[in-house]
């Protein structure tokens, strides 16, 4: 399932933390464990190519999931808990990279529509977390920070959290 532009970061993270940073991003790694079930939005089959090409941040070949907070809101202010979850692959489509994550956390970063960014190894393992100063400068063109040229508000819904 494709990423056009959603989670897009342009280059070398710039990572500012809080505290309390690191329980977040372990609850959240938590939490999203679960997203396979969480369903994409319709006509994304497959894994079709990244628009970010080798020098985005998110591989390849991107696949998202969203929570049930997040896809009935799409196109206007996602609601507090809403999550964002992408697969990032290699080249060959199989070999996952990482895991990228963002959450609407009120409070949180007023200044950047309080969202939470976490970056994972395929095995869980954080390595960055907070306000991450690339993803806000690369989702600046979406709508409360959510950036894609086709999301739509009926995008996804997940089938239990």
Known sequence: ??????????GPQEEKTAPGDDVIAQTLW??????????????????PASTLEAEGEHGAYTEIRMN????????????????????????????LLQWTAMKKIPGYDPDNDDWFWARYSPEGEVKLKGTLNDCIYCHLNGTDLVYSAWLTPSAALDTGR
Do not use: K, N
Request: proline residues 4%.
């Open 30 to 47: 938590d939490h999203f464990q679960g997203a396979r079930h969480w369903q994409s939005p319709e006509g994304w089959d497959g894994l």
């Open 68 to 95: 049930r907070l997040a896809a009935g809101t799409i196109g206007g202010d996602v609601l507090p808990g809403g999550v964002l979850v992408t697969a990032d692959y290699d080249e060959d489509g199989e070999t």
């Open 1 to 10: 399932m494709a990423l056009i532009g959603v989670l897009a970061a342009c």
